[in-house]
């Protein structure tokens, strides 16, 4: 089955520092890999996605590069701020055919809770 | 319009009580979810429509009952609920797809529902 995995955390970083969190995935064939982003009290915001193999996506100042030879999708920002407190999801979706339509079925991973002091 | 809107935003309810959650998009999705989250886990898949039609139903006990009336809306009932069902519920859509790429979905804020 579809499985994704995540640096556990929390992560704690000083403001500007440099932020890497790790994800995997295990999958067949090709799914959509994304970055998803929860601020505390809040739903969850797509904060970048990549569909293809060698895609980099990135919005914010956050990048991550779909790798198929390693099978990760690790998030990186070059400087962290204060408000980029908040849980990190990575994510896979598969489409899924049924009746003559398909949908995306999303695979989350446990999630990482980062916290940036001042 | 990108939104996803769910009402309401907080409910808290007793054991006896009926209640319904709501969710609306108007961006043409056809496929919408219902997902709950429990604090500091991800969210879990309680159920995909298609097309207006059920199409999983990821073995969620019956005192849960979606529907979905058109194609911009999705509701939860709720009846005899338990305390162990507190928890933020999650809309979502996504664009359907046949055989191409998939794309995100979408997320509504949530409805922070507590059950006393």
């Known amino acids: 089955g579809n499985s994704v995995t995540q640096m556990e955390g929390p992560v704690t970083l000083s403001e500007e520092a440099f932020l890497t969190i790790n994800c995997t995935y295990t999958a067949t064939g090709y799914p959509s890999l994304f970055w998803y982003v929860q601020y505390p009290g809040e739903g969850l915001q797509l904060l970048l996605k990549a569909t293809k193999a060698d895609d980099k996506g990135s919005n914010k100042g956050f990048e991550a590069t779909y790798r198929k030879e390693t099978t990760s999708f690790h998030l990186e920002k070059g400087s962290v701020q204060v408000s980029d407190s908040a849980v990190y999801f990575c994510a896979l979706s598969r489409s899924i055919n049924a009746g003559g339509t398909s949908y995306g079925k999303l695979t989350f991973g446990q999630g990482t809770i980062l916290t940036v002091h001042p | 319009d990108t939104e996803v809107t769910q009402t309401p935003k907080h409910l808290v309810m007793g054991m006896t009580n009926k209640k319904s959650l709501k969710c609306e998009q108007h961006m043409g999705h056809r496929a919408m979810y219902w997902y709950k989250q429990k604090a500091k886990k991800p969210p879990e898949l309680m159920f995909v429509y298609s097309y207006e039609k059920l199409s999983i139903n990821e073995s969620v006990p019956s005192r849960f009952s979606p529907e979905c009336p058109n194609s911009s809306l999705l509701n939860l009932h709720l009846h005899a609920l338990q305390p162990e069902d507190s928890a933020l519920y999650l809309c979502?859509?996504?664009?359907?797809?046949?055989?191409?790429?998939?794309?995100?979905?979408?997320f509504g804020q949530g409805t922070r529902l507590t059950v006393v």
């Open positions: 979502a859509s996504s664009p359907d797809r046949w055989g191409g790429v998939v794309t995100e979905a979408f």
